[in-house]
Structure formats: structure tokens, C-alpha cells
């Protein structure tokens, strides 16, 4: 064995939870898989194995713990058994399978706190099949790990190879926002941002950038008094404790090349004003990552895809880029 292939199998795989079995999650685990089995990272999947066979067309490696994960992967997707009541049929959830999803996804986070997963990526679910089949009171995955994870809150980062960004309001009407939005909320934010971009991104000196609320960053007050009274406050108390911090900036200049060079994250004050840059500079490569938990989680930046499940078009490129960036989060974790 090379001294890289011992150096890997001294790494722990990565935890893929189950996802929702009605979308495209088998599809794109099992194609992320196949495009990384020759080279790693190694994760194995809290799933059923015969869903994942069938739906995802991998050849499966039962497992029992996920230290056995390294050794199956380069030539089996391996499974620890999360087995589903009903066979799933795609783009229509069962109730029944509700309980077995939740369930994958606790596992999964058991077995990144305990250090037998270096990380975990999770595959998309749909809401409304948990809210539907489960007694699951979360608004969304994140939430869901922050309980797990034991966090009073967490941060939702977008990233890719050209942008990081981060709304600090996140899945409510645009008519709340502005209600939403305080000078507290901004500041704690900005404080696990930085804080993660150094610990798991490995970047000593994070640089912030802050977009404003409104259009032109208010221009003075003229366009609304939220950014001077609100937004501008807070990058005051980030900038008195010591972080590197702009704005409030006008978000319409913000991410053209030469703006993106002069900033780590930009943090934003609403979901589309963060989600429409990256999705237009990197839409099939974008990775959600949740900042803040004491574990990596990463996902694909897409959804169910109820439309295109068992067509066999599912695109399996942010999974993978999920992957990798948990792989990379958790050696930095790791070495910090």
C-alpha cells in the first residue's frame, strides 16, 4: 500500500444520509460514487440498500460500522441498512418512509459526533413528506441539525470555487425581512462566518463584505433608513472586535470579478439577494454548507427534483462537490 493509500484509509468516510427515496437522492448518491470511488474521499450511505441499488444502479457493499466504509468503496458503494416500509416510487412520497429518512439523518450526525464519520453531506429531502408522514417540527434540515448538533443557531453558507455567500435572513417573505433584520442578527452571523471560514476554510485572515438592504445600500437614507440604522451598526461591532469587514455595499456591485477578489463571504440580508449570484455563476457546482454545528455538513444546492426522478437525468455534480468540500472542511477541522 502507498504511503497515500495508508494515509486515506487512516481517514473516517464520509456520512451520506438516506435523503428523500421519492426524489433524486439514489440517483446522485450512487453517480457520486461512481465518479469518486477511484480516488476518494470514501463515504458510505444510511439507506436502504435495495432502494439505492435499484434506484441508483451501484453495486452495494453492506456494511455494520462505517469504519468497514474505506475498504469496501473502491469497489462497492457501501450501505449501513436504513431500511424503508415501502418501496419508493419516484415523485411520490409514502408517509411510511417519513420515519426511516429522519432517522438516516440522526444516524448520520451520531456518527460525525462520535468521530466515526469525518463529515456528513446530505442528500435533499422534501419537507412536506416529513411534515406529512413524521412528527417532525423543524422548518428544514437545518434547523433539524442544529438540534441534533445541540446549537442555538447555525449559518447557512453557499460556496463555490468563485463566491461564498451567506443571507442572514434566510426562508421568509421578502415582505418580513425588513422586520426580520436586526443589528444582533447581523453580528452573529458575521461572528460564525469568520469563525468558520478560519477554522474550516482554512483562511487566516477572513475578509467580509455586507450587503446592504436596499437598492443602492439606501443612498444615504433617500432609499430607506434600514442600512444606516440597522446594517451599518453591525459592521461597526464586527469591525471593534477585530474582523475585516465592509459594507454596507450596494448589492448590485458587489459580484462582478473584481469585487469577489476583495472579499472571503459576503454576507447579505435576504435569500435571493445571496442565492442569485452564485446560482448564476455556479449552478450545477454550488454546495450548501451549514456553518456553526460541532460537525462538517454539506449538501447539494438543489432540491428533490421530483420532475426528472428515475428518468435517469439527474445531475450528480453538486453532490460531488459536496462531498469534496466536506472532505476538505474536515482536514481543516481536523488540522486547526
Request: charged content about 20%; some cysteine; overall charge negative.
Amino acid at each position: 500500500m502507498s504511503g497515500a493509500s495508508r494515509a486515506a484509509a487512516n481517514v473516517a468516510p464520509i456520512a451520506l444520509s438516506m435523503g428523500d427515496p421519492a426524489g433524486i437522492a439514489a440517483e446522485i448518491t450512487a453517480r457520486a460514487w461512481r465518479a469518486l470511488n477511484a480516488t476518494g474521499p470514501a463515504f458510505f450511505a444510511v439507506a436502504d440498500p435495495e432502494h439505492l441499488s435499484a434506484a441508483g444502479d451501484a453495486p452495494i457493499s453492506v456494511i455494520s460500522e462505517p469504519s468497514e466504509a474505506v475498504g469496501a468503496f473502491p469497489s462497492a458503494l457501501p450501505v449501513i441498512p436504513e431500511r424503508l416500509p415501502v418501496r419508493p416510487q419516484p415523485a411520490a412520497p409514502a408517509p411510511e418512509n417519513a420515519a426511516p429518512v429522519i432517522r438516516s439523518i440522526e444516524r448520520a450526525v451520531g456518527f460525525a459526533m462520535s468521530g466515526a464519520a469525518s463529515a456528513i453531506v446530505t442528500p435533499p429531502i422534501s419537507k412536506k413528506a416529513l411534515y406529512d408522514g413524521a412528527d417532525f417540527p423543524y422548518p428544514g434540515h437545518t434547523e433539524f441539525l442544529a438540534a441534533l448538533g445541540g446549537v442555538d443557531r447555525s449559518v447557512m453558507m453557499l460556496a463555490s470555487d468563485e463566491l461564498r455567500v451567506v443571507p442572514v435572513t434566510i426562508h421568509i417573505p421578502l415582505a418580513q425581512v425588513p422586520a426580520a433584520l436586526t443589528s444582533d442578527l447581523i453580528v452573529e452571523t458575521g461572528r460564525i462566518v469568520a469563525a468558520a471560514l478560519r477554522r474550516d476554510f482554512g483562511v487566516e485572515a477572513p475578509r467580509l463584505a455586507v450587503a446592504g438592504l436596499n437598492p443602492h445600500a439606501g443612498e444615504g437614507g433617500a432609499m430607506g433608513r434600514q442600512d444606516i440604522e440597522v446594517v451599518a451598526p453591525a459592521v461597526d461591532r464586527l469591525r471593534a472586535e477585530g474582523v475585516d469587514i465592509v459594507g454596507p455595499l450596494p448589492a448590485d456591485t458587489m459580484f462582478h470579478a473584481a469585487a469577489r477578489a476583495r472579499y472571503d463571504a459576503a454576507l447579505c440580508m435576504y435569500h435571493d439577494q445571496a442565492l442569485i449570484p452564485i446560482k448564476t455563476l455556479a449552478f450545477d457546482r454550488g454546495v450548501n454548507v451549514t456553518l456553526g454545528l460541532p460537525f462538517i455538513r454539506t449538501s447539494p444546492d438543489h432540491g428533490v427534483a421530483y420532475d426528472i426522478a428515475g428518468h435517469g437525468k439527474a445531475d450528480p455534480t453538486s453532490m460531488i462537490e459536496a462531498i469534496k468540500l466536506a472532505a476538505r472542511l474536515a482536514a481543516n477541522r481536523a488540522a486547526a
